[in-house]
């Protein structure tokens, strides 16, 4: 067996494994029939990063619904977003190459965080609750879908990223606790998992 195959053969030993246990999450807005520009396909999957929009909360889907729209009028597009309240939408197939991180598209999935790099780490904590849930619930499924594991090399900020000088999701924002949950959701399914401040 080559490295490669042996490579594939550990990770669908690892997505047999959470099948019955992770779900994909439910979509509140599929902006995948949106016309934006697509550069290709992934082979490779290596990194989930986040980021933050830098854009107001709107009750409802109207956030994520105007932030797909602004993307649409550029070269970026991004494969997930999740709003303040937990909403969920999808933008891109996980294997579709689009611009959304310097230097990493080919390797990479992205998810737009509706809010902005200058929340408080309490504030995330608290008033960002069901989005970081939401988002420990999306990084979830990309791990059973790629079979990555989920830790500090594979789930990274844009920040880690340095190219294109960006700072989001900011100083603040809890990705140990994100990491951690979202490992609770691969192992035990989805509503443990909700409570982030217990997951220290
Ligand atoms: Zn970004």
New binding site residues.
């Given amino acids: 067996m080559s490295k490669v195959e042996k490579i594939i053969a550990k990770q669908d030993k690892r997505k047999a494994k959470h099948k019955n246990v992770v779900k994909a999450p439910r979509i509140n807005y599929n902006a995948q029939g949106v016309k934006h520009v697509s550069l290709g396909t992934k082979t490779v999957e290596l990194y989930f990063?986040?980021?933050?929009?830098e854009g107001k909360n709107y009750a409802g889907i109207t956030d994520l619904k105007g932030m797909y729209s602004y993307l649409s009028k550029t070269n970026y597009w991004v494969h997930n977003a999740v709003d303040k309240e937990g909403n969920y939408a999808k933008g891109a197939p996980i294997r579709e190459l689009v611009q959304?991180?310097a230097g990493v598209n080919s390797f990479s999935t992205?998810c737009?965080l509706i809010g902005f790099?200058a929340t408080t780490k309490k504030e995330w904590l608290t008033t960002h609750r069901k989005q970081l849930s939401k988002l420990a619930e999306v990084i979830a499924y990309w791990s059973y879908s790629t079979g990555n594991k989920i830790n500090s090399r594979t789930v990274k900020?844009?920040?880690d990223f340095p190219l294109?000088g960006?700072t989001?999701?900011g100083k603040g924002f809890p990705m140990r606790r994100l990491r951690r949950a979202a490992r609770y959701y691969v192992k035990h399914g989805k509503h443990l998992a909700v409570n982030m401040g217990g997951v220290a």
């Fill in positions: 990063i986040v980021h933050t929009s959304h991180c992205g737009e790099a900020g844009h920040k294109g960006h989001d999701p």
